[in-house]
Structure formats: C-alpha cells, structure tokens
C-alpha cells in the first residue's frame, strides 16, 4: 500500500471508512472514533497564512460551543497537509454523524406538504436558530440540503457557514444556498434576520411548491427581490388562511427591520395562525429598564437585591437601557413610574406561552423547595428537643434510636 493511500484512509487521528460526498468548496467522509461514527467535512480551499488559520480555528471554536439536541454538534477541528497543492493547509471539522436524509431528499421541490407538518419542521430549526443567535452566531447557509432528518423523525439543523467576513474561504455560497438568501445577505451583510428570512423562504416552498422567486443566481435573485412584487401563498394554494400568510410575508419582508423579532417569534406567530390565536406582529424589540433599588441602612437588603439582579430573565427583551439611583427620592420615584407602565406578558401576548409556563414550573419548584427547608427545620427542633429532655437513665440502644430519627445531625 503506497503513502498515498495511508494518508487518504486516515484525517488527523481519525480512520475513514467512505467517501459520503463531493462537491467544489469540500468532501464529506464517514470516519470513526474508538468505534464511534464520525463525519469529517474537509475544505478544499487551502490556508495559506497564519491570520487564515486562527480565523478559522475561531469560528470552529465558537460553532463548538453550540449544545443543542437540534443542532449537529462539533466535536473537533483541525488542518492537514494538501496533498494536490504544497500552498497551505485544509482545515477539516469533525462533526456528530446523524443518520438519516436531508430535508431535500425528504421533500423534493415542487412537493406540498400540509400546514401542519411545516409546523412540525419549522419550530424545531427557529428554536434552535434562535439559540445561535442568542450565543452571537449566525448560520448563513441555510437550505433544505442543511437540515437533517433523523431516524427519529427529528430535524437537526448542521453547516454553518465558513464564508463569513475575516474566514479566508471565497465568498461565493453553492446555489442551493443562494436562492433562499436574504437581500442584505446578497449584498453581503447578514444578520439574524437574514437566516429568518431563509427559513421564511423554506416554509414558503413547503406551503406552496415553489420559492417565492426562481432565479438562483445571486445578481439575478437581487433584481426580482428588490423590483418584482412577492407571490401571496393564497394565490397559489387556497387552503393557506390569512393568518398563515400575513406571518409569511412578514417574515418574508425586504426590509429586516420590518421582520419578526427573532426566528422563534416567527414560529410562534405561525403556530398562534394555525390555531386562530390572535398574532403578535411586533418588529421591533422592546428595550425594557434595569431598575436599581435603594441600599436599606442595615445593609441586608443590598446583599438580596445583588441575588436577584443576577436572576435570569427573558430573552425576548434587550436591556439597553438603565436608571441610576440619585441620592434623593426624585429618579426612584421615577423609574418606579416607568416600571408600572411596562406591560406584563398577559397584556401584550409578547412572551411566549413556554416561557409562561415555565415561569410557573419555576414558582412551583421554589415552593416545593421552601418546604423541604421547613421540614428539615422541624425535625432539626424536634432533635433538639430530644437532647433537651435527655435523662441519664436513658440507655444507650434508647440513645441510638433517637439519633436515628434526625439523619444528618451529629452527636454532641
């Protein structure tokens, strides 16, 4: 066996077992890890120099820390040598195998699938789109071939982009993720709205059997975005509701700022549509007040209100905003003022229903734990009442007994 052919079975320290995929910009491979299935995805451009490299090692490092079950997870990251050109290295990312089909081979283009199997494949991805975003990443590259089905039926969103700004890859995306991608992306700024707008464009195809525009050229899809009027999903399937619509042509509109909040806002408002629930069409986050409460003189109620300040609180809203505290009463009274006029979830639908529940499992747990701290309070009294009666004539079995009924307490 020549060396070739020992490199070509080997990436790094991992074995390869079969070749999964070639295309221009990288090769997919199915490898193994201490009898593990791993995929290995090497790019082909090579990095030349150093700044190539740490930029790439960067944003391995930042897609690592993703941890969610709907997202294919990152296990390693690294570089071999290019064997076909001496100019640099390739960097390669080793990757959690999922089995199963992408959600391209799943529904081919052109086929309809029910509004409420597009629920079912929308919410997972926003979720988890959302939680990217949330942790500063973006994807990018979103497309039917990016999104996985496991044997489960579970939809796993994987390949986030590499050709982002300061990565040394060449900026220009494989066609299948040109056609759902945003207008500002064509112009080369993403956001997290242009990955919304990629998921819109998706659910838009699944509804109707089409995208809402056919080029597949960037200059082209560009043209038609920016001059030639959206299709309404109505006028192509009648048995999209209204409400169905008006969430996807939000989602869908050319202004990102005239877009949902976030991608979770937008599955939310689809589910709300589905059930007849009223839509909450709100574009843009609501920037609510840091309030800082006054230090009591004994000092106790400093320290509990630093405790609850690092309390968490919803993601929905982006604190941008403080109050300081003056030494007089005047900006207390104030910010209190303010504080009453910021609506509360049940005024304005603007949290989701989860977090509402949540929020009461999380008071329900905190009671249950007050609880358990009474009653070990009791049985601590109860202990102690014991010692206190204690006689002499006790004998000592007597003595074991009781120490028995209060766990934990030690002799004295």
Same mark, same amino acid.
């Given at each position: 066996?020549?060396?070739?052919?020992?490199?070509?079975?080997?990436?790094?320290?991992?074995?390869?077992?079969?070749?999964?995929?070639?295309?221009?910009?990288?090769?997919?491979?199915?490898?193994?890890?201490?009898?593990?299935?791993?995929?290995?995805?090497?790019?082909?451009?090579?990095?030349?120099?150093?700044?190539?490299?740490?930029?790439?090692?960067?944003?391995?490092?930042?897609?690592?820390?993703?941890?969610?079950?709907?997202?294919?997870?990152?296990?390693?990251?690294?570089?071999?040598?290019?064997?076909?050109?001496?100019?640099?290295?390739?960097?390669?990312?080793?990757?959690?195998?999922?089995?199963?089909?992408?959600?391209?081979?799943?529904?081919?283009?052109?086929?309809?699938?029910?509004?409420?199997?597009?629920?079912?494949?929308?919410?997972?991805?926003?979720?988890?789109? &959302?939680?990217?975003?949330?942790?500063?990443?973006?994807?990018?590259?979103?497309?039917?071939?990016?999104?996985?089905?496991?044997?489960?039926?579970?939809?796993?969103?994987?390949?986030?982009?590499?050709?982002?700004?300061?990565?040394?890859?060449?900026?220009?995306?494989?066609?299948?993720?040109?056609?759902?991608?945003?207008?500002?992306?064509?112009?080369?700024?993403?956001?997290?709205?242009?990955?919304?707008?990629?998921?819109?464009?998706?659910?838009?195809?699944?509804?109707?059997?089409?995208?809402?525009?056919?080029?597949?050229?960037?200059?082209?899809?560009?043209?038609?975005?920016?001059?030639?009027?959206?299709?309404?999903?109505?006028?192509?399937?009648?048995?999209?509701?209204?409400?169905?619509?008006?969430?996807?042509?939000?989602?869908?509109?050319?202004?990102?700022?005239?877009?949902?909040?976030?991608?979770?806002?937008?599955?939310?408002?689809?589910?709300?549509?589905?059930?007849?629930?009223?839509?909450?069409?709100?574009?843009?986050?609501?920037?609510?007040?840091?309030?800082?409460?006054?230090?009591?003189?004994?000092?106790?109620?400093?320290?509990?209100?630093?405790?609850?300040?690092?309390?968490?609180?919803?993601?929905?809203?982006?604190?941008?905003?403080?109050?300081?505290?003056?030494?007089?009463?005047?900006?207390?009274?104030?910010?209190?003022?303010?504080?009453?006029?910021?609506?509360?979830?049940?005024?304005?639908?603007?949290?989701?229903?989860?977090?509402?529940?949540?929020?009461?499992?999380?008071?329900?747990?905190?009671?249950?734990?007050?609880?358990?701290?009474?009653?070990?309070?009791?049985?601590?009294?109860? &202990?102690?009442?014991?010692?206190?009666?204690?006689?002499?004539?006790?004998?000592?079995?007597?003595?074991?007994?009781?120490?028995?009924?209060?766990?934990?307490?030690?002799?004295?």
């Amino acid at each position: 066996m020549s060396d070739t052919e020992v490199e070509l079975q080997r990436i790094g320290s991992y074995i390869i077992t079969r070749l999964l995929k070639n295309d221009t910009t990288s090769s997919l491979y199915l490898g193994k890890l201490r009898k593990k299935d791993i995929v290995i995805k090497v790019f082909h451009t090579p990095l030349i120099t150093l700044e190539a490299k740490e930029a790439f090692l960067l944003r391995a490092k930042q897609l690592k820390k993703l941890k969610d079950r709907q997202i294919v997870e990152l296990h390693d990251a690294g570089f071999i040598q290019d064997v076909d050109n001496n100019a640099g290295d390739q960097g390669y990312l080793v990757m959690q195998y999922v089995p199963g089909e992408t959600l391209r081979q799943r529904v081919p283009p052109g086929q309809r699938i029910p509004a409420d199997e597009v629920k079912r494949r929308l919410s997972p991805i926003a979720s988890a789109l &959302h939680y990217a975003h949330v942790s500063n990443i973006l994807h990018g590259n979103l497309h039917p071939g990016n999104l996985l089905i496991d044997m489960k039926d579970n939809t796993l969103l994987t390949d986030f982009s590499f050709t982002l700004q300061g990565l040394p890859f060449p900026a220009n995306q494989p066609a299948a993720a040109v056609s759902y991608m945003a207008p500002e992306q064509l112009q080369g700024l993403l956001t997290a709205a242009s990955d919304q707008y990629a998921l819109a464009v998706m659910a838009y195809e699944w509804l109707c059997g089409q995208r809402p525009y056919t080029a597949i050229e960037q200059t082209e899809l560009l043209n038609q975005q920016t001059h030639d009027p959206l299709p309404p999903p109505c006028s192509l399937d009648s048995d999209i509701s209204p409400a169905v619509e008006k969430v996807l042509l939000q989602a869908l509109a050319l202004n990102p700022d005239e877009r949902f909040q976030h991608t979770q806002a937008f599955a939310d408002n689809y589910l709300r549509a589905l059930m007849g629930l009223p839509l909450n069409l709100e574009t843009k986050r609501p920037a609510p007040l840091v309030l800082v409460k006054p230090v009591s003189k004994n000092g106790h109620h400093a320290a509990r209100q630093q405790d609850d300040d690092r309390l968490p609180v919803p993601h929905t809203h982006d604190f941008s905003q403080s109050i300081p505290v003056d030494q007089d009463n005047t900006a207390n009274n104030k910010a209190q003022d303010m504080a009453r006029n910021i609506p509360t979830p049940f005024q304005n639908g603007e949290h989701r229903l989860a977090d509402i529940v949540t929020r009461d499992l999380c008071g329900t747990s905190a009671r249950a734990a007050s609880s358990r701290r009474a009653c070990l309070a009791t049985k601590s009294v109860l &202990h102690r009442s014991r010692w206190q009666h204690w006689s002499p004539i006790h004998s000592c079995k007597t003595r074991r007994r009781l120490l028995k009924r209060a766990p934990g307490q030690g002799k004295r």
